[in-house]
């Protein structure tokens, strides 16, 4: 019992949580457990099942996309306060990356299949995720679309304006 | 307007087609600039492109240009050695105002070679370290063969008193450092956001997004300051080829302070 309300106030200081109903916060506890992975360690690979999803705590987590015949790339890294993985809300509910300790990081683990049970059966509960979620995976969309941006402009913009 | 002959003295080769001149004037007079401002440099029989200064002011006898290979004119002179003679115009243009932004704290946010323009203001920043809060740069880059005056940087994170947050596009497995975009940079940045005075240079699409971060954390935009490119050709406010609506980029500008322009990029096809 002290252990799940350790686990509570943990979840409770963590960005995620932040404003979130007391009691939508107590059942997402009982799907939480804590994680400590080693530098280089794997969280989750590509094509494994996503049951889980991931709240940083300490530590940097790289996010990396594998290539075949060569070494896998980070294309994101995270941090303290962030939150990773949501192929478990979206069907066939797999890893679509690897993700990976970029050095000693520790984590609260959210069982999202469990969490997929209790959401079918309390739709508030599957706002309050859902809440969260979605500014999220906006933000992480409009930083990608912006470094396209980046990645095709900077040069042609030098070339035009500098001779 | 007549181009002053410089002798070119160093070439580094920073990044795969980006490099830095150092340059010693014929005449041996010093060159004196504020951080912000431009040249105009020519090489002879080829053409004339303006480049922001990227040099330490306080060593005026020293004029620095870093430049990127990327059409005619600039592939031609990354042909250039030590000893070939350019010709130089300027200085021109407004420089960053370092004197209205004494006490608060400051936050660069470039990315690439637009650390090129800012690179004079930190080491101004630092000669005058003990006239500002706290000093932040957020540099992003491509992937880390892509990173600009490394030597620099590595300087600049070494002290006690400012912080580099560097971020590459993507990196090999196993890199241990930030991997994103700068925003990610900017909001790993610790400053007193509601009086931080922010300095960008990047390409203008991105300059907005850096500055709608910004404004997310507190900045408001009378307090963030960026620099403008444009086809300056005159470089004294005559030919018009850099205007942009009311404004004239080589005498108005380079630098704006963003509230003041921001119309301006909303603008399709300025």
Partial sequence: MVHIVDLEETLAHHPFAQGMDPEALRTITGCASNAVYRPGEYIFRDGDPADN????????VALEIHVPQGPPIVVETLEAG???GWSWLLPPYRWSNDARASDQVRLLKLDGACLRGKME?????GYEIYKRFVPI???RLAGNRMRIVELATEPAVHSRQKG | MVPVPFRIAKVIREIPGVYTWHLKSLDGKPFVYRPGQFNMVYQFGVGEIPVSISGDCREPDTLVHTIRAVGP???AMQQLRAGAVVGIRGPFGRPWPIDEVVGSDLIFVTSTIGLAPLRG?????LHRREDFGKVVVCYGTRGIDDIMYEADLHKWRARFDMHVHLTVHSAPSGYRGRVGGVVAA????QVDWPSAQAFVCRSETLTRQ??????GLGVTKDRVWVTLERNMQCAIGLCGHCQIGPTFVCKDGPVYRYDQIEPLYSVREF
């Fill in chain 2, 210 to 215: 850096a500055v709608d971060t910004l404004a």
């Fill in chain 2, 121 to 125: 203001l930190i080491h101004e920043v």
């Fill in chain 1, 137 to 139: 995976m906006a933000r």
């Fill in chain 1, 82 to 84: 962030d939150i990773f």
């Fill in chain 2, 186 to 189: 900017i909001r790993a940045a």
């Fill in chain 1, 121 to 125: 059966n309390d739709r508030s509960l």
């Fill in chain 1, 53 to 60: 999803f991931y709240l940083i705590r300490h530590g940097l």
């Fill in chain 2, 73 to 75: 004119v600039t592939n």
